[in-house]
């Protein structure tokens, strides 16, 4: 089983704020997905608060905040400015780099949270 990654684009009526609520899996290779519902979300009128809410991803791959251009203001709060799109608050994960899949079948390299070493 692949990395599956599900959103959900949450917009208030008046248009004045729009979440972008992220399940499943967010890997360098499957977040570019998200870049057309970010850039149609900066269509929103200039003072609607955009956020990208990640707290129910499974997983997510520190290579796609660096490639977001994250900068962190809390423990699980931060600031994206993604080049061509512009800046956005994100939230993030508790556990953002372990793999909720577990072992996934046929991967040749399942990935797992670490183990300590045997004594
Ligand atoms: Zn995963």
């Not at 729009?18 to 057309?36: D, Q």
């Not at 991803?57 to 400015?81: I, P």
């Not at 508790?94 to 949270?113: A, D, F, T």
Request: charged content about 20%; proline content about 8%.
């Amino acid at each position: 089983m692949e990395h599956s990654l599900n959103v959900c684009v949450c917009l208030d009526t008046d248009m004045s704020s729009v979440r972008i609520e992220v399940r499943g899996c967010v890997t360098a290779r499957n977040y570019k997905a998200l870049l057309p519902l970010l850039t149609r979300a900066k269509g929103l009128p200039a003072d609607a608060q955009i956020s990208l809410d990640l707290r129910e991803a499974a997983h997510l791959e520190q290579d796609v905040l660096d490639a977001l251009g994250y900068t962190a203001l809390g423990e699980m709060t931060g600031q994206l400015e993604i080049a061509g799109i512009g800046s956005m608050s994100i939230v993030l994960p508790p556990n953002p780099g372990v793999c909720m899949q577990g072992e996934l079948p046929g991967s040749s390299q399942p990935i797992r949270p670490a183990q300590p070493a045997a004594a």
